[in-house]
């Protein structure tokens, strides 16, 4: 049986009413993500039409989840707000505090050793709150969720990117910032423009080679890491109902790179077999009752152009395996002769040193089982790996069911190293090297999502490249980035010629799913007893000061850094080793921005210090003018903050004393994090005018008192050599977040108004 089974009854009940009043508002055919966005405003029944990409709109999600890295810190604000309880159904999952290094029992035990501090006191925090709590080695938040609280036609936040995995089930699944989940948990509205619609109509069939992976892998190609910014994807067509629903959560988890708001996919058989397999026919007989519901208007799939902003086809029969990377996910490349002359082009290393299957993104049954037919052929034809291999497996039921079914077995009889049921390498907690920074130039394949500099394993120097499972494990075996399964032979143990067959597997395991433990633990029904407590002096864990007001006109705020290129997430706040530090806001701020590249020397953490003429680390000059009493202000390139939801990239510059972002355009979440924190984001209304900002500029804002909706602020750049240049600068600023800032943060609108 189901999780809140009774919510989601409740939920279906409410959505044919709501929908049907939205249809009539809106005069026309909805689709299933504005049934679903519809379905779930805060204030109920609609009763107005709302204009996509320009209105703010209030919702109510039906639950909440976190993972332990982000977890930490949007407790700690739930824990001020006031509330003897959460007001959702919500979920903490311990998945990115366990390093990769020897394997699954030692890695995980060394994790349960060295953050026990951080899951007691996420698991003593979840119980006395009402929080679900799923114990480290349970599996990864994404993967979780899918098989246990997703459900189609719902609506869900979590304090992850990759929380859009859900929309594997048909549900409009977000990714945002700890800020924004303690509004929820609080029982407070939540906020969003209301986004855009991208329709991809899927026609033909996947076969052979081809995966679901190679899907999101072409649609980053077309839309690049920011072409579905501020837009839902929604995914329809023959090709779509075909697909398993772990294949429609792999393309819906990799959506975040594009920058879309979510991904999603109509209700449709494939979905109401997973829910039975992972017992929860209840929800799939619900869910039946008002499929219509669940799934687009016939008619916004018969002519989509009418109903979607944007518009993308792609015939799944003429799809081939492809690669992409390094560095970055959109850049794709064909299996192959395109590779081979792109490698030798931009000379990336044709040897590759490892594959890794698993993550969020790619860790399912079926996956695993794909995989392992192409592990299976190795040994059946004579070949022996040429690269390492590491296997993440995406919970326990998943782990316990393909150990059960033999699958671990054939990746262990290659000396395929099975990790946790964890993030891993995905998010850097892969101890790979003693000293990742001066390690050597080489190529990793995995079917991870996110493959920026340093990601996996902290060398800049790995050029990464994100593939399929099959076509992970057939690149192991080879070792060369330029194999191409579909043509290429390979010399076995007796000097013969050998080839790969097509890889082959199950949906779903042929004799169900089974776990013995699953990891999950409930919290107690009246959490009021249950003491939390965080020691003063731990390097872990620290309880938070409220942020004061940054009230006035500012003056004389120094350029902290003006960041050259991308910006993103990991280079504001790095994960890796720091992810220790997720709980303590003071101690992980001493890695804030030191991934950024300096414009002016084009140097990493390594900026003037306009008060000393010397040049230091971001932070440590940060905390400079902290001390004087000074504001500072960081400068970007576009897409600023893309990446993870990770809020950390908005509270440490603001714990540090930086008042403003200001760039040509930032990614969504981190926009929303930076407002949530009490600070400004900012958008240069004249993009040239970013070539304006010099090294030793001050920065004048001239008419923050008179900061309102829609009206341009102005600023004074005063260079050294006493020349200035006043110019305009954009926001997205509403009323309430207004007010947020007015009030220092959002969380302290939160506690005034419970008091």
Not at 701 to 717: N, W
Request: net charge negative; proline share 4%; with cysteine.
């Amino acid at each position: 049986m189901a999780f809140d089974i009774d919510m989601i009854k409740k939920v279906y009940a409410n959505m044919t009413e709501r929908v049907d009043a939205a249809r009539d508002i809106v005069g026309k055919p909805l689709t299933l993500s504005e049934k679903i966005l519809y379905a779930h405003l805060w204030d109920g029944k609609p009763t107005n039409a709302f204009s996509r990409g320009k209105d703010y709109v209030d919702f109510a999600p039906d639950r909440v989840a976190c993972q332990d890295a982000t977890a930490q810190m949007a407790l700690l604000q739930f824990m001020q707000a006031g509330k003897p309880k959460v007001a959702v159904p919500t979920t903490v999952h311990c998945d990115h505090l366990i390093q990769a290094k020897d394997g699954a029992a030692t890695d995980l035990k060394n994790a349960n050793s060295t953050s026990s501090e951080v899951f007691n006191f996420l698991e003593s925090v979840s119980n006395k709150y009402g929080i679900g709590f799923w114990k480290p080695g349970a599996g990864i938040i994404h993967q979780v969720v899918l098989e246990n609280y997703a459900f189609p036609g719902g609506m869900m936040i979590g304090t992850d990117s990759h929380t859009v995995n859900a929309g594997g089930l048909g549900m409009v699944a977000i990714g945002v910032g700890g800020a924004d989940a303690v509004d929820v948990m609080a029982g407070m509205a939540w906020e969003l423009k209301f986004p855009k619609l991208i329709g991809v109509k899927l026609t033909g069939k996947l076969s052979g080679w081809t995966a679901p992976k190679d899907v999101i892998l072409k649609v980053a190609e077309i839309l690049t890491v920011k072409g579905g910014t501020g837009a839902i994807v929604e995914y329809f067509g023959p090709g779509a109902t075909g697909m398993s629903c772990t294949g429609k959560g792999t393309i819906c988890n990799m959506g975040a790179e594009i920058g879309a708001t979510t991904s999603t996919f109509g209700y449709d058989e494939s979905m109401e077999r997973y829910l039975r397999a992972t017992d929860r026919a209840d929800v799939a007989d619900a869910a039946n009752q008002v499929k219509d519901y669940l799934t687009a208007d016939a008619e916004v799939y018969t002519n989509p152009e009418q109903y979607f902003d944007q518009v993308i086809e792609i015939n799944l029969s003429e799809l081939g395996p492809l690669l992409n990377g390094p560095f970055t996910p959109d850049l794709s490349t064909s299996v192959g002769s395109e590779m081979t002359e792109k490698a030798t082009t931009n000379d990336w290393p044709l040897q590759v040193e490892w594959g890794l299957i698993g993550s969020c993104t790619n860790s399912s049954y079926e996956d695993l089982s794909r995989a392992s037919s192409i592990a299976q052929q190795a040994i059946d034809k004579g070949l022996k790996m040429k690269a390492e291999l590491g296997i993440n497996p995406g919970s326990e039921q998943v782990r316990y069911t393909a150990e059960r079914d033999g699958i671990l077995g054939i990746f262990e009889n290659l000396d395929a190293k099975i990790f946790t049921n964890a993030c891993g390498p995905c998010i850097g907690q892969w101890a790979r090297y003693s000293d990742p920074k001066n390690a050597p130039k080489n190529s990793i394949v995995h079917s991870f999502n996110r493959n920026f500099a340093k990601r996996a394993d902290g060398n800049p120097n790995t050029h990464a490249f994100v593939a399929s499972p099959e076509l992970t494990a057939a690149i192991a075996v080879a070792g060369r980035l330029d194999f191409n399964p579909l043509t290429d032979k390979l010399i076995n143990e007796n000097g013969e010629e050998v080839m790969f067959d097509e890889p082959t597997g199950w949906e779903l395991p042929p004799k169900g799913f089974d776990v013995k433990d699953n990891g999950y633990l409930e919290p107690v029904a009246d959490g009021s007893g249950v003491k939390v407590t965080v020691n003063p002096t731990s390097e872990r864990l620290q309880l938070l000061t409220p942020f004061t007001p940054i009230e006035g006109n500012i003056s004389g705020a120094k350029l902290l850094i003006k960041a050259f290129g991308k910006c993103t997430t990991d280079h504001i706040s790095m994960a890796g080793p720091w992810l220790r530090f997720r709980g303590h806001l003071d101690n992980i701020a001493n890695n804030t921005l030191i991934g950024a590249v300096n414009a002016f020397n084009k140097k990493t953490n390594f900026v003037k210090n306009q008060l000393t003429g010397d040049y230091a680390g971001v932070p440590d000059t940060q905390r400079e003018y902290k001390k004087n009493g000074i504001w500072s202000v960081v400068v970007g390139d576009h897409n600023y903050g893309e990446g993870s939801s990770r809020e950390h990239a908005a509270m440490q510059p603001r714990h540090l004393g930086v008042a403003a972002v200001i760039v040509k355009s930032f990614a969504r979440i981190h926009e929303t994090n930076l407002k949530k924190q009490g600070m400004l984001g900012l958008t240069f209304a004249n993009e040239a005018d970013y070539d304006l900002i010099q090294e030793d500029d001050t920065f004048n804002f001239v008419d923050l008192d008179a900061f309102a909706p829609g009206r341009q602020l102005t600023l004074e750049i005063v260079h050294t050599d006493g020349s200035s240049d006043t110019i305009k600068l954009n926001h997205t600023y509403n009323d309430s977040q207004i007010e947020w800032y007015h009030e220092g943060s959002a969380l302290n609108l939160i506690k005034k108004q419970n008091a």
